[in-house]
């Protein structure tokens, strides 16, 4: 019975912290919509030329798609979560959550790299 207890505790700490996590990260991913909004308003005042080059471009659209793609595994984390709280002692919804949740935390991690390499490569050119 104590075993239970502690993996429900441990299970409720797991979810409240990603639930923490995607209330944090939900409010810094519209942080750089308003600061390119910013800085295109900035841009126009300025009377310079704002046309964009094709690389700027592909790198807009990478950074979009990686931003959908980290969202996407923000939803398979809570959802991991989820099995896993629902799971009623239930070892096979367990191991399922804590698989989705394993996963998607490599997902974040290749998103994460992929962030790196697009930003090193922003600043090359």
């Known amino acids: 019975m104590n075993k239970h207890k502690t993996l429900i505790h441990r299970i409720s700490t797991f979810s409240l912290s990603g639930l923490l996590l995607s209330m944090s990260t939900s409010a810094y991913a519209a942080k750089p919509i308003d600061y390119l909004t910013s800085l295109k308003t900035s841009l126009d005042s300025s009377g310079l030329d704002t046309s964009t080059s094709v690389l700027d471009t592909v790198l807009l659209i ?44 490599i997902g974040v991690v290749i998103i994460l790299s992929s962030l790196g390499i697009i930003q090193y490569i922003d600043t090359l050119f």
């Open 62 to 105: 990478v950074k979009a798609f990686l931003g959908v793609v980290g969202l996407i595994s923000l939803i398979l984390i809570i959802y991991g979560g989820f099995l896993m709280m629902t799971s009623n002692g239930n070892e096979e919804n367990i191991k399922k959550g804590r698989d989705i949740i394993f996963w998607a935390i």
